[in-house]
């Protein structure tokens, strides 16, 4: 596989991490790269830090959390013929909060809202 030219992208300051050969690096070398050579301190017990990549040629976002999805999303690059790659540094707190939905009884009623169906607009129970 060919060398990537690298640009990670934090806030709005972009670094320029040079030539990289795909199966040198790592989603933390390239985190923690790109946080030395933007002075970033050290990460708080409140968060973490996350390598997104935009895929130029349909939009979707993907963030890297392991070494094959790093090597596969260069792969995708070069499927493409496209020899530089931009991620995006991303911080997170790990005290987000997602609550999950309330259970909804079939069909969005609940279950007290439920009621019998009226015999005299039943079909089966017109009789001719």
């Given at each position: ?29 390239l985190i923690n790269d790109t946080r030395k050579i933007l ?90």
């Open positions: 596989m060919l060398p990537f030219q690298v640009y990670v992208k934090y806030v709005d300051r972009i670094v320029d991490m040079d030539i990289i050969e795909p199966g040198d690096c790592s989603v933390i070398s002075s970033v301190s050290g990460i708080e017990t409140w968060e973490s830090w996350q390598l997104r990549v935009t895929f130029p040629w349909n939009g979707q976002q993907h963030v890297l959390a392991r070494d094959d999805e790093l090597l596969l999303c260069f792969q995708l690059f070069e499927s493409r013929n496209l020899s530089s790659v931009e991620f995006e540094l991303i911080l997170v707190s790990n005290g987000i909060y997602f609550p999950e939905d309330e259970p909804v009884g079939l069909l969005g009623f609940n279950e007290e809202a439920n009621v019998e169906p009226d015999e005299a607009n039943n079909e089966e129970g017109i009789t001719e």
